[in-house]
């Protein structure tokens, strides 16, 4: 298959009408987005993405009017949540409607729905005439991508096209996702809606931990994620002994030399730059990623969350 690249959204909509699977830039990253309506095309998606078929997609709207097409109920946290906060980096897993297939949510009776903030994205959206669903546009367990090269390096030849946009540094990692189906919402993903934000809005609001033996609510999150081919290291003390072709993302100027290094501004900063930084360590070769932890609140919490899987899934160099 031809993958097309254009910078026209109009012409990108043309694919997803035609039951195709297109890639478009976000805030958060690049998501693969199909019609949620057209279970051809969400195969499409799993296919490209060899993504494991037990985890759900999240269901991307223009408008406020699509939400209620997808939903049977907009309980009331969530209507709080989409009063304070939509259009943004931020998903809201509700009871599915009965017209929902169950190929968009991997047999599950909810739906997670998002509107993107981007100018680009809502006007993509806006000329698709229907709501997509659109995982991030990575084959499944690579680092989520930023730029469109970091897509065309994982599907080119997969996908019908990319919308080329710039890179999503606005915010650079995925959007929170917040079950409200229950009285009390459950952050089952963080992201750059802290729960500082959403307690702001709904005060009940609790991260949602999985205990030992139950399945996680979010199937996705047992999955092995983000991940370079290098060995992905957390280091919080800065003397430490490297081997070679090692690279160091931080904060903190370190004190080893690496063969790549990026010191980031902010924690916002570091949050935009490692899934970047991380493709990039595979270009050079890199053997391991040496990241300095941050503290873990406010948007600490997700980047932290991404390192940690990374940490777990960075398979040894080979
Ligand atoms: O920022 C984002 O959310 C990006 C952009 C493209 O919008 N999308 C994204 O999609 O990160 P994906 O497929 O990579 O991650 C979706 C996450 C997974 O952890 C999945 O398990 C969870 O959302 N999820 C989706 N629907 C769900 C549902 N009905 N119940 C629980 N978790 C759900
Ligand atoms: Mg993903």
Known sequence: MKTVLTKSPIEAAEFIKRGGAVAFPTETVYGLG????DEKAIGKIFEAKKRPNDNPLIAHVGNFGQIEALVSEITPSAQKFIEAFFPAPLTLVLP??????????AHLETIGVRMPKTALAL????HCETPLVAPSANLSGRPSPTTWQAVYEDLTGRIECILQGGETTEIGLEST?????????LILRAGSIT???LQKIVPDTRIYRASKNEQPKSPGLKHRHYS????????????????NRSAYIGLNEPCEKFDLIKICRSVEDYAH??????????????REIYCETVEEKGIGLALMDRLKRA????????
């Open 96 to 105: 599915k409607a009965e017209r929902v297939p169950f190929a968009a949510t």
């Open 195 to 197: 729960l500082e934000d």
């Open 177 to 185: 996702v917040v079950d409200c189906t229950a009285n009390a919402p």
């Open 273 to 286: 730059q490692f899934f970047k930084f991380f493709r990039e360590c595979d270009h050079r070769h890199i």
């Open 311 to 318: 940490a777990e899934g960075g398979a040894a160099s080979s």
């Open 228 to 243: 370079p081919r290098a060995r992905v290291v957390l280091v919080s003390d800065l003397r430490f002994r490297v081997s």
């Open 123 to 126: 006007e993509f959206l806006r």
């Open 34 to 37: 199909a019609n949620v309506f």
